[in-house]
């Protein structure tokens, strides 16, 4: 009797795709997204049968249509809450959550804070644009104060969400932020995400050309990115500048730009823990501070991962004990209570 060993087919990009056509608009950052996205998907090792796509309402909700996996194109800002109903029920598959800032921040908002908590392992992907663009160009939770939007023609008022700081407060367990026209660092966040065991939580910032064109230009354009990006890595000072002459030192809780020469070297620098929960504070905090009379660069990277039990681990240990003390349930006996009342 002959025997054969079955081996799973190599796939590849466009074993992802899907025959629908893409509807974003033209130029839009989300084609980028999904590119890379498709690309990381058979470096992973999953099965596509094993993989779900949940997303809310919004341009990025589009995103289950065109990934050749399972999917589930759900309500607006819920996308979390099915994600964790489908993981409590399938651990074992690999759920990915698309949704942009208004979807997760706004009406969502309180769903994406308790994902974040009970640390579910899922993946949890933002398209920040600071925009609403599927309805046409309102501000959303993340616009900037005084943005004139067709809902704010005087300018915004609102104070802006900062999703990462929104993020540390819940208590998340890995904390990212990379953007849609840097490919090779979204692909390498992308895939530090995916290792992570535990909620993981990626800002990207994505360019919408018709609403809100150029809005984050300084860290992706070759002129400035240089110096207005950041990027971490772990273990490594942080350093930035188109001559890498630049650095961030702390001057106590305060981080300060300083040139690298006779003075500063790069010992003298922070060097980027992942793990340090209370420099990743800081850093999740690195925007422009009107208050300095210095200009910080913005940090994109792994901020923060710690490792913490996933909620849909602990609730399986939880039913085994109870199992294990009080035997199986019965449903019927539990819909009729303890309280029985006779009519006559």
Not at 72 to 90: D, E, P, W
Not at 130 to 139: A, D, F, M, R
Not at 270 to 294: C, G, S
């Amino acid at each position: 009797m002959s025997t054969e060993t079955l081996v799973a087919p190599t796939l590849t990009a466009k074993d992802f795709t899907t025959d629908q056509e893409v509807r974003w608009c033209p130029g839009c950052g989300d084609y980028s997204i999904l590119a890379q996205v498709q690309k990381v998907m058979p470096t992973l090792g999953v099965p596509k049968e094993n993989i779900v796509i949940v997303s809310g309402i919004g341009c990025s909700s589009r995103f289950p249509y065109y990934m050749n996996t399972y999917g589930m194109h759900s309500i607006h800002g819920r996308a979390t809450a099915v994600a964790s109903g489908l993981k409590a029920a399938r651990p074992d598959l690999s759920v990915w959550i698309v949704s942009g800032d208004g979807d997760s921040l706004s009406i969502g908002g309180n769903h994406t804070i308790h994902l974040l908590r009970r640390n579910f392992d899922v993946n949890l992907l933002i398209f920040n644009n600071q925009i609403y663009g599927l309805t046409k160009g309102q501000y959303s939770p993340t616009s900037e104060e005084h943005k004139v939007t067709k809902s704010t023609p005087y300018g915004s008022i609102d104070h802006p969400f900062n999703p990462l700081a929104l993020a540390m407060g819940a208590d998340a367990t890995f904390i990212a932020r990379s953007m849609d026209r840097d490919v090779k660092h979204l692909q390498q966040i992308l895939i530090e995400a995916n290792k992570h065991k535990g909620s993981s939580f990626v800002e990207i910032y994505q360019n919408c050309n018709i609403f809100n064109d150029g809005a984050f230009e300084i860290f992706t354009e070759k002129g400035s990115k240089a110096d207005e990006a950041l990027f971490l890595e772990q273990g490594k000072p942080l350093v930035f500048g188109a001559n890498k002459n630049k650095g961030i030192k702390l001057d106590g809780f305060k981080p300060i730009v300083v040139e690298i020469g006779n003075d500063i070297s790069e010992s003298d620098l922070w060097v980027h823990n992942e793990a340090d929960f209370y420099k990743a504070q800081i850093l999740v905090r690195m925007f422009d501070d009107p208050t300095l009379a210095y200009h910080l660069p913005r940090p994109f990277g792994v901020f923060y991962k710690t490792q913490r039990a996933c909620y849909e681990d602990v609730m399986k240990l939880q039913i085994e004990e109870v199992i294990a003390t009080k035997g199986k349930g019965d449903l019927d006996k539990l819909l009729r209570g303890k309280e029985v009342w006779e009519i006559v």
